[in-house]
């Protein structure tokens, strides 16, 4: 074998996919929400709508654009969401009092109760995961970093 092709056996292809960083992640993605998917069918969520609860539960009492912030999602995104989970009778949507071209949203008494339904959701999603809680604190921190870097490059 002369040096040319050593050369071309180390080096990785760059196209193919399963070199690609957005492949890792966007599979790992298509895993982790088949372990959601599962969960939150007998909460009869979507992991969209998961999401937004999870705002919710942390505080109440927010407007569309907060929950999108905190989401990076846009309010074209988010109001067919929340229509959904307004129909299901989990939230309530009412414009601002202070600015009425805001809809703050809040919980429902049963959008409360299911807080306590979701609470093992996490446990279990670890379990699946067999990683222990500094391994997934560690992935957490660099997908977020990975993120931000992202975000910033545009």
């Known amino acids: 074998m002369n040096s040319n092709q050593n050369d071309k056996k180390a080096k990785p292809a760059p ?23 599962q969960l939150l069918s007998q909460l009869d969520l979507t992991y969209p709508q ?6 919710l539960w942390a505080q109440d009492d927010l407007t569309v654009s907060e929950i999108g912030e905190q989401l ?3 309010s074209a995104t988010l109001t067919p969401l929340l229509k ?20 703050v949203v809040t919980l429902t008494e049963q959008g409360r109760a299911l807080q306590s339904q979701a609470s093992a959701i996490p446990e279990t ?3 699946a995961t067999a990683c222990d809680d ?10 977020d970093l990975l993120r931000d870097n992202l975000n910033r490059s545009r």
Do not use: H, P, W
């Open 72 to 74: 990076f999602l846009d």
């Open 50 to 55: 998961y999401l937004v609860m999870l705002v």
């Open 125 to 127: 999603v670890q379990c």
């Open 15 to 37: 196209l193919l996919v399963n070199q690609q960083l957005c492949f890792a992640l966007y599979s790992a993605n298509l895993a982790m929400n088949k372990v959601y998917r």
């Open 84 to 103: 959904r989970l307004e129909s299901a009778g989990l939230i309530n949507r009412q414009r601002s009092r202070q600015d009425e071209r805001q809809v």
């Open 134 to 143: 500094a391994t997934l604190l560690a992935l957490k921190n660099e997908l």
